[in-house]
T-cell receptor
Framework: DAGITQSPRHKVTETGTPVTLRCHQTENHRYMYWYRQDPGHGLRLIHYSYGVKDTDKGEVSDGYSVSRSKTEDFLLTLESATSSQTSVYFCAITPGTGSYNEQFFGPGTRLTVL | GENVEQHPSTLSVQEGDSAVIKCTYSDSASNYFPWYKQELGKGPQLIIDIRSNVGEKKDQRIAVTLNKTAKHFSLHITETQPEDSAVYFC??????????FGRGTSLIVHP
């Protein structure tokens, strides 16, 4: 298995509180991604990073921010959590070299916002 | 941007039957088409991929076909087993490292 861990694995929080999810990789891959997975919607890209301090928005970035201060860590922050952000969040990485790059996914974080 | 449609959303088969999942894509520049399997409570994992210069690829009981002209690709699973039960995602990407995923197919294999 690719060396990707996510923390926490489960979290329950209340509306309006800040939440930070962490993705840690040991593969030294250049690209890191945050997705959310909801029934009927598949995997939707929130934000991605193509290097330290280099990030960009995905299709569902509203209400989320990210930071990447080290190659191995990619943080996803919900500044003020809402019930619509209840979801399963997956981090993924890809080498970012060559033309064909599979994605390696972490185990996921289940977030419930009450 | 790229748009990937995946069908069906749910597929129920008897053990030993074949299963086929189909995807279409919109961007003719896409050149990499992986398939991921997601078991309950886990992250998706690559099971097979195909590149735009190949029409078909097989790996034991699974195969993927690609029709670039029609912009569609399919996953074929033969002799299905209960452990094949999972959610399957197709994906398409070009040179941007930003893949687009289909919405997933829940495959249920009945013993």
């Amino acid at each position: 298995d690719a060396g990707i861990t996510q923390s926490p694995r489960h979290k329950v929080t209340e509306t309006g509180t800040p939440v930070t999810l962490r993705c840690h990789q040991t593969e030294n891959h250049r690209y890191m991604y945050w997705y959310r997975q909801d029934p009927g919607h598949g995997l939707r890209l929130i934000h991605y990073s193509y290097g330290v301090k280099d990030t960009d928005k995905g299709e569902v970035s509203d209400g989320y921010s990210v930071s990447r201060s080290k190659t191995e860590d990619f943080l996803l922050t919900l500044e003020s959590a809402t019930s619509s952000q209840t979801s399963v969040y997956f981090c993924a990485i890809t080498p970012g070299t060559g033309s064909y790059n599979e994605q390696f996914f972490g185990p996921g974080t289940r977030l419930t916002v009450l | 941007g790229e748009n990937v449609e995946q069908h069906p959303s749910t597929l129920s088969v008897q053990e030993g039957d074949s299963a086929v999942i189909k995807c279409t894509y919109s961007d003719s520049a896409s050149n990499y088409f992986p398939w991921y399997k997601q078991e309950l409570g886990k992250g998706p994992q690559l099971i097979i991929d195909i590149r735009s210069n190949v029409g078909e690829k097989k790996d034991q009981r699974i195969a993927v076909t690609l029709n670039k002209t029609a912009k569609h690709f399919s996953l074929h699973i033969t002799e299905t087993q209960p452990e094949d039960s999972a959610v399957y995602f197709c994906s398409a990407s070009g040179g941007s490292y930003i893949p687009t995923f289909g919405r997933g197919t829940s495959l249920i294999v009945h013993p």
